[in-house]
């Protein structure tokens, strides 16, 4: 089982509910496995001992947690379905305790005048966390959630969706483990932290096998080789 929890602030159009996009609003997304496909009864209790006791706090304002296939799973997430501009952030951090949920709330949650689009904890762990003897370089993910921020320049101002993820980036600093999942990081100019200084080593003894010429290392990613 994996979940997330976002707050989302998101924009008035026709497409999404309109209880959806009256304010702030709390998402919480995931996914539970059948142990043995065909078999919905284990992972339906499972939900449904996570879910009970949110939905016994007050109604879901949607409630759309059923079971389903793999293709599911994208669909639960709320992406849209075709490409759009973001400005956003994105760091690992621990398990948050003394006080990161509080720092969370306060720098991105309910009455913050926020203008993120979406700010979420994915969880971690799990397989994700540990080491596989048979991986490759980068074989396991050293946190126990991963933050993403995303804002609309098309909404807000880019300035003020920069200044807010600053804000939250320092809010959550006690708990930033220096590390970044590939693919969430937004811009170069924001921390890559995927690989460590061995991995990077690693990985750049790989590129000069295959590529020693640099015909592509101009595809990089910023602070993933010591050769660029």
């Given at each position: 089982m994996s979940t997330s929890?976002?707050?989302m602030n998101l924009p008035p159009v026709p497409e999404i509910p309109p209880e959806l996009r009256s304010g702030t609003v709390v998402c919480v997304a995931g996914a539970v496995i059948a142990p043995r496909p065909?078999?919905?009864r284990d992972a339906e209790r499972h939900a449904n001992d996570l879910l009970g006791p949110l939905r016994a706090v007050a109604a879901p304002l949607e409630d759309t947690w059923a079971p389903g296939g793999t293709e599911a799973v994208a669909r639960a997430h709320m992406d849209p379905p075709g490409p759009v501009r973001v400005l956003g952030d994105?760091?690992?951090?621990?398990?948050?305790?003394?006080?990161?949920?509080?720092?969370?709330?306060?720098?991105?949650?309910?009455g913050t005048g926020s203008p993120l689009v979406a700010a979420e904890l994915r969880q971690l762990g799990g397989a994700l966390g540990e080491p596989d003897p048979a991986g490759g370089?980068?074989?396991?993910?050293?946190?126990?959630?991963?933050?993403?921020a995303a804002g609309l320049p098309e909404l807000h101002a880019p300035q003020a969706?920069?200044?807010?993820?600053?804000?939250?980036?320092?809010a959550l600093a006690p708990w930033d483990t220096g590390r970044t999942a590939p693919g969430f990081v937004e811009s170069p100019d924001q921390p890559q932290g995927?690989?460590?200084?061995?991995?990077?080593?690693?990985?750049?003894?790989?590129?000069?096998?295959?590529d020693p010429d640099g015909l592509?290392?101009?595809?990089?990613m910023t602070g993933t080789s010591a050769l660029v």
């Open positions: 929890l976002r707050f065909g078999d919905r994105h760091l690992l951090v621990t398990d948050l305790a003394g006080g990161g949920a509080d720092a969370l709330l306060g720098s991105a949650g309910p370089v980068l074989d396991h993910l050293p946190a126990a959630y991963a933050f993403m969706i920069r200044e807010r993820c600053a804000a939250v980036r320092a995927h690989l460590d200084d061995g991995q990077i080593a690693a990985v750049d003894r790989v590129r000069l096998h295959y592509f290392r101009a595809d990089v």
